[in-house]
């Protein structure tokens, strides 16, 4: 998770419905193997004995995670003879808390750190070089786009831990009362729109936030690019002519074709799954996380709740952006190998199922994936189809924080729906500014 993912964790953890049926099944002979053998070999793991390791992890990402990591500490000082000294530090304060640590020199020996931010943490020269540990055969057992956004200047600086992904959400009973289907291209959601408001005129049938994770499936979707990169530099493609047309289409489905309201402009994720919970509107785009946290808090909707992937332009899938976290070893890391020890243990084997089963978020290994997308779950296959065939990542450049801390996608967007420019203005004075912090 970083700050472009979301922060509306259930209050409580329900069992997640894909845990509940996925049955997948991994065993801790491979995570022991793999553990001793990062700590220093077969003699128990007695490298790490005596020794203590500096775990960060992010608070709030599963609300009550104390049994978790109380078996994490109980095995990994079962398989190392070192102990773990887990500090949780808040997402609203745990990137000054990093950049601080930096300079400070005072850094964990691991830490949970959002996809986004590994590339400045990295060029920073805080993290650890993964590359000589992460073998080719170990890069493919996890899921691509995120094992990208890990790698820095050829160098693999995060591991993926753990990934959400957004894809459509829809009322599968509304559908059936207007006779609808499934959109499977972009002329079809406009179709599927219009008859959400042909069958119920005071419905919203789908909701166009300024939100920078729902219009750039749209953007990629139409073969544009948010930025490009070569070598060290970056360059926007927000005024590409393929993603402004992606960026035309969202929002011509409120401004042209009136399935949204003026409203729906300003409001956050949080927002458009509060409106969908409440039956304001029937389709909407949101989180892998958040079906379970609808249906405990309204059960009457449990079994009225169908989720598709983000349908490409002529069919197949448009990219939707993986949001997630790493597994990050900081240079200060007095015993690196136990560190990497701890690394494997928690983003392989039954740890990561059985984190992403607690937090409903999804592991990050291509094998737990492609047992996902096999669920019989309506709620679970199509986000793990989303994940697995059309994830996507944002720009893998230290500077890519501070264009999410200027808003240049939100403002384009706003500016847009507002009806205050164009597209082609707002999208060139969007590039604009990303360029300028790009050094362009």
Same mark, same amino acid.
């Given at each position: 998770?970083?700050?472009?993912?979301?922060?509306?964790?259930?209050?409580?953890?329900?069992?997640?419905?894909?845990?509940?049926?996925?049955?997948?099944?991994?065993?801790?002979?491979?995570?022991s193997?793999?553990?001793?053998?990062?700590?220093?070999?077969?003699d128990g793991?007695?490298?790490?004995?005596?020794?203590?390791?500096?775990?960060?992890?992010?608070?709030?990402?599963?609300?009550?995670?104390?049994?978790f990591?109380s078996?994490v500490?109980?095995?990994?000082?079962?398989?190392?003879?070192?102990?773990?000294?887990?500090?949780?530090?808040?997402?609203?304060a745990?990137?000054?808390?990093?950049?601080?640590?930096?300079?400070?020199?005072?850094?964990?020996?691991?830490?949970?750190?959002?996809?986004?931010?590994?590339?400045?943490?990295?060029?920073?020269?805080?993290?650890?070089?993964?590359?000589d540990?992460?073998?080719?055969?170990?890069?493919?057992?996890?899921?691509?786009n995120?094992?990208?956004?890990?790698?820095?200047?050829?160098?693999?600086?995060?591991?993926?831990?753990?990934?959400?992904?957004?894809?459509?959400?829809?009322?599968?009973?509304?559908?059936e009362?207007a006779?609808?289907e499934?959109?499977?291209?972009?002329?079809?959601?406009?179709?599927?729109?219009?008859?959400?408001?042909?069958?119920?005129?005071?419905?919203?049938?789908?909701?166009?936030?300024?939100?920078?994770?729902?219009?750039?499936?749209?953007?990629?979707?139409?073969?544009?690019?948010v930025?490009?990169?070569?070598?060290?530099?970056?360059?926007?493609?927000?005024?590409?002519?393929?993603?402004?047309?992606?960026?035309?289409?969202?929002?011509?489905?409120?401004?042209?074709?009136?399935?949204?309201?003026?409203?729906?402009?300003?409001?956050?994720?949080?927002?458009?799954?509060?409106?969908?919970?409440?039956?304001?509107?029937?389709?909407?785009?949101?989180?892998?996380?958040?079906?379970?946290?609808?249906?405990?808090a309204?059960?009457?909707?449990?079994?009225?709740?169908?989720?598709?992937?983000?349908?490409?332009?002529?069919?197949?899938?448009?990219?939707?952006?993986?949001?997630?976290?790493?597994?990050?070893?900081?240079?200060?890391?007095?015993?690196?190998?136990?560190?990497?020890?701890?690394?494997?243990?928690?983003?392989?084997?039954?740890?990561a199922?059985? %984190? @992403?089963?607690?937090? !409903?978020?999804?592991?990050?290994?291509?094998? /737990?994936?492609?047992? $996902?997308?096999? &669920? #019989? +779950?309506?709620?679970?296959?199509?986000?793990?189809?989303?994940?697995?065939?059309?994830?996507?990542?944002?720009?893998?450049?230290?500077? %890519? @924080?501070?264009?999410? !801390?200027?808003?240049?996608?939100?403002?384009? /967007?706003?500016?847009? $729906?507002?009806? &205050? #420019? +164009?597209?082609?203005?707002?999208?060139?004075?969007?590039?604009?500014?990303?360029?300028?912090?790009?050094?362009?």
């Amino acid at each position: 998770m970083s700050p472009n993912q979301p922060r509306s964790s259930p209050t409580h953890t329900p069992e997640p419905s894909w845990s509940r049926r996925s049955g997948v099944v991994i065993g801790t002979g491979a995570l022991s193997a793999l553990l001793l053998s990062a700590c220093g070999g077969g003699d128990g793991g007695s490298s790490g004995e005596g020794e203590t390791l500096s775990v960060w992890i992010m608070e709030g990402t599963n609300p009550d995670a104390s049994d978790f990591f109380s078996d994490v500490e109980e095995a990994f000082e079962e398989e190392t003879g070192a102990t773990l000294d887990i500090e949780f530090v808040p997402w609203g304060a745990a990137h000054d808390q990093f950049v601080n640590a930096i300079a400070g020199g005072t850094t964990p020996d691991v830490a949970e750190v959002g996809t986004t931010w590994t590339p400045e943490f990295a060029d920073a020269g805080a993290l650890a070089d993964l590359s000589d540990l992460v073998s080719e055969d170990t890069r493919e057992g996890y899921e691509e786009n995120l094992m990208e956004s890990g790698t820095y200047d050829d160098a693999v600086y995060g591991v993926p831990w753990y990934a959400g992904v957004r894809a459509f959400l829809y009322r599968t009973d509304v559908f059936e009362e207007a006779g609808l289907e499934e959109p499977t291209t972009w002329d079809e959601i406009i179709e599927v729109g219009e008859g959400l408001k042909e069958h119920d005129p005071d419905t919203i049938p789908f909701p166009v936030p300024a939100a920078q994770h729902m219009v750039t499936p749209f953007i990629w979707g139409a073969g544009g690019e948010v930025a490009t990169g070569e070598g060290d530099s970056w360059t926007s493609g927000l005024d590409s002519p393929e993603s402004e047309e992606g960026i035309q289409f969202y929002a011509d489905l409120a401004v042209e074709h009136d399935l949204s309201t003026p409203t729906a402009s300003t409001w956050d994720e949080a927002d458009v799954q509060d409106a969908f919970a409440q039956g304001d509107t029937p389709m909407i785009i949101n989180g892998s996380w958040t079906p379970d946290t609808i249906i405990d808090a309204n059960p009457d909707l449990e079994g009225n709740i169908g989720a598709f992937p983000i349908p490409g332009p002529d069919g197949g899938l448009s990219p939707s952006f993986l949001g997630g976290s790493h597994m990050n070893v900081f240079e200060t890391a007095e015993n690196p190998e136990l560190a990497w020890g701890f690394v494997e243990m928690m983003t392989t084997g039954e740890f990561a199922q059985r %984190w @992403g089963e607690e937090s !409903g978020y999804f592991p990050a290994t291509t094998e /737990l994936l492609d047992d $996902l997308q096999e &669920s #019989e +779950d309506p709620l679970v296959a199509p986000f793990a189809e989303q994940m697995n065939e059309a994830g996507a990542s944002m720009p893998v450049t230290p500077e %890519w @924080g501070q264009v999410e !801390g200027a808003q240049i996608l939100p403002s384009m /967007l706003q500016s847009v $729906l507002g009806d &205050s #420019e +164009d597209v082609d203005s707002a999208a060139q004075d969007a590039a604009d500014e990303m360029n300028e912090i790009f050094g362009q």
